[in-house]
């Protein structure tokens, strides 16, 4: 069974950015798939597919390697 979840992230503006963000997050254990609605200069919607639920804390620390931060909810 596979779960999905869509994280808000700031300041991506390109196909560069997609891929970094996509690269990082494909790493984490579990990841089967990672697909990006890119907004360049608001905020993007990246739905992350993965074996079980990720930790947030992975999630964001992944984000950030890729140099890019995720938007606060709501």
């Given at each position: 069974?596979?779960v ?40 993007s ?18 984000i ?11």
């Amino acid at each position: 069974m596979s779960v999905s979840a869509t994280y808000a992230i700031n300041g991506m503006s390109c196909g560069h950015c997609v891929h970094a963000v996509t690269q990082e997050l494909s790493r984490l254990d579990g990841v089967t798939a990672v697909s990006v609605d890119l907004h360049a200069g608001g905020t993007s919607q990246v739905q992350v597919t993965s074996e079980a639920p990720l930790p947030d804390a992975a999630v964001a620390a992944a984000i950030d390697e890729a140099g890019y931060e995720m938007a606060a909810p709501g």
